[in-house]
């Protein structure tokens, strides 16, 4: 009876990690990663404001500005 009762904790143990693993997994995998090469852009921000910045086209888009082009304004 020990036994069982043990295997069965286990089982549920083991069950409910493997439950949290996925979902940790599933989160992570859906979050979009930017790579981490930056380069010098000429920006534009949504009110107009015009400044060069080291970005790259993934993070300006999650930063909300627009490049125009490559290098320095």
């Known amino acids: 009876m020990k ?3 043990r295997l069965t904790s ?3 143990l083991l069950l409910g990690i493997t ?3 996925i979902s940790m997994t599933s ?3 859906s979050a979009k990663a930017c790579p981490f090469v930056l ?3 000429c920006v534009a921000e ?3 404001f015009k400044h060069t910045a080291w ?3 993934c993070l300006a888009k999650i930063q909300g500005i627009r ?3 490559k290098g320095a304004c």
Do not use: F, R
Request: aromatic share 4%.
């Open 46 to 48: 949504k009110n107009g």
């Open 55 to 57: 970005t790259n086209s």
């Open 27 to 29: 989160s992570i995998a």
């Open 10 to 12: 286990a089982l549920g």
């Open 67 to 69: 490049i125009i082009h």
């Open 39 to 41: 380069a010098q852009y």
């Open 3 to 5: 036994t069982t009762l």
């Open 19 to 21: 439950v949290v693993a």
